[in-house]
């Protein structure tokens, strides 16, 4: 990894960097390690990637349960405004 970010002029931010390994349900967890110029990447279990959050089991319910809450935000919003504004303000 080292020669191929140097050859490419790249950066790797540690700081920021994690590692996830993708299993099975019924698959027992395993730690992985992997290090670089003798720093430990952190193993994430559950993150989000271009916005979209998934775990280790390729599972939407974290990703699910924060737009369900922004939805039901946006939803309380266009009810408490439905009196007041017309439905060309409203869309």
Known sequence: MIEWFSANKLVLNLEKTNIMK?????????????????????????LKFF?????????????????ITKLSVACYMVRQMYHICNNNTLR
């Open 22 to 46: 993708f299993v099975t349900i019924n698959q027992p967890h395993c730690a992985l390690t992997i290090s670089y110029k003798d720093k430990c990447i952190d193993e994430a279990v559950n």
């Open 51 to 67: 916005r979209i959050q998934i775990d280790n089991h390729l599972n939407w319910r974290n990703h699910t349960d924060q737009i």
